[in-house]
């Protein structure tokens, strides 16, 4: 009897070690590709999706996988329940037990968008359209429906997404990154507001975001920046009309065809700022960190004119006179 037991006991720990060793063998072994060349697959694990179903994409995808195994290793670990969704990339080597790993931690592969400072909101949104690695959710919504699905009650969209570079997970909805571009707006519109001049001739917020978005059109320059949001702000304060060309070709919208002409400046449109004074009733495009910094804490200057040299800079003057004279030497060519 006794012999009979060690003989099973001895058999048992042969299984075990057959059974642990096979159960290592097909963990551990890399998993093949199908093409075997292949260097790499991508695969998106849908949300919902249980072990056997992520399996299966994954086989899609071109990965020599069973489903049995993958569940069996979720089993053993006891997270089979434990598995994200999103978009992943394994390279050739992986193994089966790194494959679960990386499912388990939400090791999802990243695409990046960047929306530059100064495009307008119709612009970013081509951005959006077009980017391949986004779920498009919210394309042919109109802009008020894309404000309604984010729970914005504003009536215009221009210049409140802030433009950055966003990183995020492959097929994810394209209404989040509109969701995080928009808080990055307001929080950083609100730490500016906080910050501003106390003299500055603006009302609210909105009127701060409105400025920095003509400044953001007017200059690439970083230092002329700030130079120019003083110019503006000494117009706001003496009730001189901006006209800044920017507005004017915003309010054209199609009908600007890349030549601004003496009629177009005195064609009236709500952003026409030449014959308006103050500020147009929106943003005229996506402004920048700078652009708002600069809007809200203009230097102290006399100027109150400026033009652009050619060269990506402007020449600033106080006088109308001194302005005559420097259209006539950048713009027009006479000395």
């Known amino acids: 009897m006794r012999r009979l037991l060690r003989l099973l006991v001895v058999v048992c720990a042969f299984v075990g070690l057959v059974g642990g060793g096979f159960f290592a063998y097909l963990w551990l072994m890399p998993l093949r590709f199908d093409p075997p060349e292949r260097g790499s697959v991508e695969f998106t694990i849908a949300a919902g999706m249980n072990l056997k179903a992520a399996a299966q994409a994954i086989q899609r995808a071109g990965v020599d996988l069973s489903p049995l195994w993958l569940v069996a290793l979720g089993r053993i670990t006891g997270r089979d329940k434990g598995i994200q969704a999103g978009s992943y990339e394994i390279t050739s080597g992986t193994t089966l037990m790194q494959l679960f790993a990386k499912l388990t931690r939400g090791d999802v592969t990243l695409a990046q968008l960047t929306i530059p400072e100064g495009k307008t909101f119709a612009e970013f949104r081509a951005l959006v359209d077009a980017h391949p690695d986004l779920r498009h959710d919210t394309r042919g919504l109109s802009d008020h429906e894309l404000l309604a699905l984010l729970g914005i009650s504003e009536a215009w969209a221009e210049g409140r997404f802030f433009p950055d570079t966003y990183l995020f997970s492959k097929q994810s909805s394209d209404l989040e990154l509109y969701r995080r571009a928009y808080r990055a707006m307001a929080h950083r519109l609100a730490q500016a507001w906080e910050k501003r001049a106390a003299d500055l001739p603006l009302k609210d917020p909105q009127e701060l975001l409105i400025l920095a978005s003509i400044i953001e059109k007017e200059t690439g320059h970083a230092d002329d920046r700030p130079l120019i949001a003083s110019v503006f702000v000494n117009r706001l304060r003496l009730g001189m009309p901006l006209q800044s060309d920017p507005t004017v070709i915003y309010?054209?919208?199609?009908?600007?065809?890349?030549?601004?002409?003496?009629?177009?400046?005195?064609?009236?449109?709500?952003?026409?700022?030449?014959?308006?004074?103050?500020?147009?009733?929106?943003?005229?495009?996506?402004?920048?960190?700078?652009?708002?910094?600069?809007?809200?804490?203009?230097?102290?200057?006399?100027?109150?004119?400026?033009?652009?040299?050619?060269?990506?800079?402007?020449?600033?003057?106080?006088?109308?006179?001194?302005?005559?004279?420097?259209?006539?030497k950048y713009q027009l060519g006479r000395r």
């Open 251 to 328: 309010g054209m919208g199609a009908r600007f065809d890349g030549n601004l002409r003496r009629r177009d400046l005195a064609t009236d449109t709500p952003w026409n700022t030449y014959t308006r004074a103050g500020l147009p009733p929106t943003p005229i495009c996506l402004p920048g960190q700078a652009s708002l910094d600069a809007a809200a804490n203009p230097p102290k200057t006399e100027w109150l004119y400026f033009v652009a040299r050619g060269d990506g800079t402007s020449e600033f003057s106080r006088t109308l006179d001194a302005h005559h004279r420097a259209v006539a």
